[in-house]
């Protein structure tokens, strides 16, 4: 299985960008979507994450913000970034949850993406 993760790039703050990330491979079911990001120095913290349950949860700091979405179908799932601060610059990770068709549960990470805002 892999996650290739896309979007990232330099916004001036105010602006918005929208990160992809794209599973593929032996996937049977996906239990969990999300986000994380990480600055230097700092643990990897949760932004938005889609859960098995249905439910789409975000931290505080980017609520009204940033938007969560995904294509089941395409196994593909969206972080929409809107009105981007200085302090949203990270490295941005997508992670997944699943079962492959011999029924193994897979936590996976992909490879990050950095987000840049200017000021």
């Known amino acids: 299985v892999q996650l290739q993760a896309s979007g990232g790039g330099l916004v001036q703050a105010g602006g918005s960008l929208t990160l992809s990330c794209a599973a593929s491979?032996?996937?049977?079911?996906?239990?969990?979507m999300a986000w994380y990001r990480q600055t230097p120095g700092k643990d990897r913290e949760m932004v938005a994450e889609?859960?098995?349950?249905?439910?789409?949860n975000y931290a505080d700091s980017v609520k009204g913000r940033f938007i969560f979405s995904g294509d089941n179908a395409k196994r593909t799932w969206y972080l929409q970034m809107n009105r981007l601060n200085p302090e949203d610059a990270a490295v941005y990770y997508c992670?997944?949850?699943?079962?492959?068709?011999?029924?193994?549960?897979?936590?996976?990470w992909g490879q990050g993406t950095q987000v840049t805002v200017s000021s």
């Open positions: 992670h997944v949850v699943l079962t492959n068709y011999e029924g193994g549960r897979t936590w996976l």
């Open positions: 491979g032996n996937i049977f079911r996906i239990y969990s």
């Open positions: 889609f859960t098995y349950d249905g439910d789409t």
